[in-house]
């Protein structure tokens, strides 16, 4: 979550509450009721976005360990077959390079792989049994791939959901900064002749900066030339 977006909303609640504190001194007028409720509206907005970007944040984090898991589990059962096939190669020439396994490979590139294994397996699916897999290995390889498939969906559409939430508070806080930009003059003018007032508002309207730290100069060369 970005650190300056949640500085911004305390802000912007801060800057809420100083209108509701000082509501009965504020002028009915439309656009300056307008522009208190446009900022209570990014405020919720940006409450709500950031809750999403949380909770997609920890969904990928999630789908990224399902991910793992279920890419073992598919990729022990394509070694398994490989293996099986490399000693069938024995008898039935050519089987070694039809199962050969990637050096590396994309998500999706395991994917693929996989589902030509269990293409090209299923019409040898007897001598893989009497080689000693399971009856159900055909079955047990395509649920690893549903599995690994689901798993890759998962992570994208939390992914997806992540980066939505976080153009959303964006949006949100730009709305707020304007409304802060507005209130600004109108505080201003409305309680110019009141500093106790103008007081309290610099301190609700102020938005903290994170401060960045000077590079050290470097030190002086003293070595004797």
Not at 95 to 102: A, N, S, T, V, Y
Not at 125 to 144: C, H, I, N, W
Request: net charge neutral; with cysteine.
């Amino acid at each position: 979550m970005n650190d300056q977006a949640i500085r911004d909303l305390e802000t912007f609640i801060h800057i809420r509450d100083f209108c509701t504190t000082h509501a009965d001194r504020f002028p009915k007028d439309t656009h300056i009721q307008a522009v208190i409720g446009e900022l209570g509206t990014a405020i919720t907005d940006m409450e709500t976005h950031m809750a999403a970007q949380d909770s997609g944040k920890r969904s990928v984090k999630e789908g990224t360990k399902l991910k793992s898991v279920a890419h073992t589990a598919l990729r022990e059962a394509l070694e398994a077959i490989s293996r099986t096939a490399r000693a069938m190669a024995l008898k039935v020439p050519g089987l070694e390079d039809k199962f050969r396994l990637p050096r590396s490979a994309s998500s999706q590139g395991w994917l693929t792989v996989a589902r030509a294994f269990a293409q090209d397996a299923a019409p040898l699916k007897a001598e893989f049994v009497r080689r000693g897999l399971p009856e159900s290995f055909l079955a047990d390889l395509q649920a690893d791939i549903n599995e690994y498939e689901q798993a890759l969906n998962q992570r994208t559409q939390s992914k997806g959901s992540h980066v939505a939430a976080t153009v959303a508070i964006n949006e949100a806080d730009e709305r707020g900064m304007n409304c802060k930009l507005e209130l600004d003059a109108i505080v201003r003018n409305i309680f110019h002749a009141d500093p106790v007032t103008l007081a309290e508002w610099t301190s609700a309207s102020h938005v903290v900066r994170p401060k960045h730290k000077r590079k050290a100069a470097p030190a002086p060369d003293t070595t004797t030339k």
